[in-house]
């Protein structure tokens, strides 16, 4: 079963050890040193978790880590999925897929959900538009370096 696990001050090392292994292969094959969540300095984790507008969620499977998810409310109704990893371990299992619908679930007043992602990553590209969420045309990629560019996604119910 999929649950939610909201990290408090005294989880900032686990979060970025979580996020470290998640996102670790992105820095490494991209080389985004400076939006890379790995690079993320504990006092940038301590002040998500204390903004009242953001939240982070260890993502559980039958109370097992599996991965992580930082949420920033934009309006009542528009959250930004700011960073979203499922660890190497437990990938091609669908729990990614679990946790996106379950999350939706929890968050049902939810009306319009934003991410971003790297557009020459196939697999997260077909993962968000399986789940319906549609490349917003308006927006322009943004080149962050010769390797990678990051595209906008909305999911509007």
């Known amino acids: 079963m999929i649950t939610f696990i909201k ?7 686990k979060v970025i050890s979580i996020q470290t292994q998640c996102f670790i292969e992105f820095l ?12 993320e300095s504990a006092a940038s984790v301590k002040r998500y978790i204390e903004d ?4 982070i969620y260890f993502i559980q ?10 949420l920033i ?18 990938r091609n299992q669908h729990l ?20 971003s992602t790297i557009l020459e990553e196939e697999r997260n590209i077909h ?3 399986k789940l319906g969420f549609k490349r917003v045309s308006e927006a322009n990629p ?3 370096n010769e390797q990678m560019t990051i595209v906008d996604y909305q999911l509007i119910k």
């Open 96 to 115: 990614g897929t679990r946790a996106m619908l379950e999350l939706q679930k929890q968050y049902d007043f939810v009306q319009t959900w934003l991410l």
């Open 61 to 70: 499977n039958d109370d097992v880590d599996i991965g992580i998810i930082k």
């Open 28 to 39: 490494d094959r991209y080389h985004d040193d400076t939006i890379n969540p790995t690079n």
């Open 73 to 90: 409310k934009i309006k009542e109704d528009v959250y930004k999925i700011d960073d979203f990893g499922i660890l190497v371990e437990f």
């Open 142 to 144: 943004v080149q962050i």
């Open 52 to 55: 009242p507008n953001s939240v």
């Open 7 to 13: 990290a408090a001050t005294h989880d900032v090392y």
């Open 127 to 129: 993962f968000y538009e």
